[in-house]
């Protein structure tokens, strides 16, 4: 197979931090591999804590001393805009690198970058028509709120789309006024480098973005501990969520938290059979399944089970898996061979829990690479670790169910909360089921198209905090009280 390499790929990845791009004090570096010849392409700084401290010492210098928190909104936001046309002129470079580092399908990472602008466009907006409160005790008191940036604040990402998630953090701190430091996702930090020529173009003032790579447990774990900086915005595990929680308690640290998920796609008998197939198929193996809000569980009504199993499984197996840079590939290769490992381990846990309807192991043709055949297994029992756990690959569990209370027990008998799918027909029904149901956002005969002004975030162990609208700003921001006695 022929492997598509974008041109100029650095070879070495480096930090940047006051306006310069650098190597690691210690000279320490890490290999980055790309997911299809999982060979070496470049080495990155590896960050330690002195790395980190330098960082913070720009972010906090700019933030103390610098223009960004101190310049009106409407100033502030027209920086932004510039970031956003910058963003989305780079759509195809973008794309081509976060295939080659992360092994999205070059399709689905197409639009990336415009979904990144978006979030430049849509918080330089929110900070020019922000209002906040005010209040008047009449003959008695004004009262009203002083909204001010918190300071330098700690963005810490994972490797699914991660420019795009990237700049959900980057752009609402940025517009809130703070300085930031960013530490990418280890297994791809090769975009996250573009995100300098971006903010340099744009007039952002130095120092207010820096970015160091490195380990989650090295250089994720110092920005954490660092006592500079008053808040820290994570998405990735549960586990890691967990331990970031407790090394954030040292500081009082504000957090924000997106974390992992066991999403339920609930099909009722009544439901557009075609719209539910078409959609549960995308719900799990677009991304290549390495999606936080994948529907990975889907509970089937007893009625429509065989149908539905039949024809989904089918479908699944015309999925065409193939390197991520070839337009007809739906399912590319998974990021890192670590995550392939653990992938194929629930492939084969799966097969002793449920029936095997398609794939169950490496797609015939690829036997290089970080393939896995989109595997669908039917009647999963709910005490099922691949029911209850996250798998975050092209792997789905499906499971019958009789009455609609015994629906809401199988949705809700997971540890994660953070997105759940329906479909019915039935309206009253939709809306009494989404009411009891364990999850931060519930999509109705619908997937994954929101609008940017809503909640975003997990209940239970998917997360603590939302994004989304002002609740973003809220927490880049104080909103200090101050009381005038007339
Ligand atoms: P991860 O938790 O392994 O790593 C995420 C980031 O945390 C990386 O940058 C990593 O270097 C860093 N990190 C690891 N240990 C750390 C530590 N001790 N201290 C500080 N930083 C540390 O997650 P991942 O494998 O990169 O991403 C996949 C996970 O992310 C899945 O669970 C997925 O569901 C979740 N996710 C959630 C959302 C959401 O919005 N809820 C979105 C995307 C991904």
Redesign the pocket.
């Known amino acids: 197979m022929v492997h598509y390499v974008p041109e100029n790929l650095p070879t070495s990845i480096k930090h940047y931090i006051g306006g310069e791009f650098v190597d690691s004090i210690s000279g320490k570096t890490f290999d980055v591999l790309d997911p299809v010849s999982n060979e070496n392409y470049a080495t990155a700084a590896a960050g330690q804590s002195e790395d980190i401290d330098r960082a913070v010492a720009a972010a906090k210098d700019a933030f103390d001393n610098g223009p960004w928190p101190r310049m009106l909104p409407r100033a502030r936001a027209r920086v932004l805009g510039r970031i956003a046309d910058a963003v989305e002129a780079q759509d195809s470079r973008l794309a081509e690198l976060e295939t080659f580092d992360s092994g999205l399908p070059i399709t689905q990472a197409l639009g990336q970058a415009q979904r990144a602008a978006e979030n430049f466009r849509f918080f330089a907006d929110l900070i020019v028509a922000q209002a906040d409160d005010a209040y008047k005790v009449p003959g008695r008191q004004v009262n009203y709120v002083n909204r001010k940036p918190k300071g330098v604040a700690g963005l ?6 991660p420019f795009m ?1 990237e700049s ?1 953090k980057l752009a609402p701190a940025l517009a809130s006024g703070c300085t930031v430091v960013l ?5 791809t930090p090769l975009s996250a480098s573009l995100w300098a020529g971006i903010f340099e173009e744009a007039g952002l003032p130095k120092g207010v973005f820096n970015l160091v790579n ?4 090295e ?3 110092a ?2 501990k660092h006592p500079d900086v008053p808040l ?1 915005s ?8 967990q ?2 929680f407790g ?1 954030c308690a040292a500081n009082l640290k504000g957090m924000s ?5 066991k999403s339920p796609a609930v099909v009722f008998a009544d439901a557009d059979l075609d719209a539910a197939i078409d959609s549960t198929l995308f719900g799990v193996f677009s991304l290549n399944g ?5 529907g990975s569980r889907i509970l089937v009504e007893r009625s429509i089970y065989d149908e539905f199993c039949e024809r989904y499984a089918a479908r699944a197996k015309n999925i065409r898996v193939g390197d991520p840079h070839d337009p007809k590939t739906e399912v590319g290769a998974l990021v890192h061979p670590e ?1 392939y490992d653990k992938v194929m381990s629930y492939v084969e846990i799966g097969k002793t829990e449920g029936r095997l309807l398609a794939g169950g192991g490496r797609p015939e043709g690829l036997d290089t690479g970080n393939y896995v055949a989109p595997t669908v297994f039917a009647d999963v029992k709910p005490d099922a670790r691949i029911f209850q756990e ?1 798998i ?1 690959g092209p792997v789905v569990a499906i499971t019958p169910f009789d009455s609609d209370e015994e629906a809401l027990e199988l949705a809700n008998g997971v540890k994660y909360g ?1 997105a759940a799918y329906v479909w019915t027909s039935d309206l009253t029904r939709a809306h009494t089921f989404v009411q009891s149901i364990d999850a931060g956002m519930v999509w109705l005969n619908s997937h994954n198209v929101r609008d940017l002004r809503t909640p ?3 209940v239970k162990a ?2 603590l905090g939302h ?1 989304g609208g002002y609740r973003s700003i809220d927490f880049y921001t104080d909103q200090q009280a101050v009381h005038i006695t007339l």
């Open positions: 810490i990402t994972p490797w699914n789309t998630l959900w530490k990418p996702a280890e297994f490195g380990i989650g447990e250089a994720g774990d920005l954490v820290i994570f998405t990735g595990e549960s586990r890691t969520g331990i970031i090394n938290m997106e974390l992992g998920g390495e999606r936080c809000t994948a995550h996250e975050f953070l975003f975030g997990g998917s997360g994004e």
